[in-house]
């Protein structure tokens, strides 16, 4: 199997963008943002992670079976990650005593 061949102008740029992401996080955490900070840096985080995966990770240029794993190991992460919110959500619902 031979390894793909990335530019040097690929990872340049992708270390740009993990740098502005980077700053955009630091900027981000200084604000004020209400409830939407934690929303927002998700999001960041959840770019810098796509990019690391794709480019330094060679997913984007890997075998379909490779984007089959990645996307099974989001699935379940997103299933975890509900499953958390749904017990937590779902905690005042029942009354206890002395509450």
Known sequence: MSQPTVS?????FTLMGL???TLLTSLAG????GRWNVPIALVIALAKASLIAA???HAFYDSKLVRVVLAGGVIWFLILITLTLVD???RGW??????
């Open 8 to 12: 040097v102008r690929t990872y340049a």
């Open 19 to 21: 740098l502005g992401l």
């Open 30 to 33: 200084l604000q004020d943002l």
């Open 55 to 57: 480019f330094f990770m």
């Open 88 to 90: 937590y959500i779902t």
């Open 94 to 99: 029942l009354p206890f005593p002395g509450k």
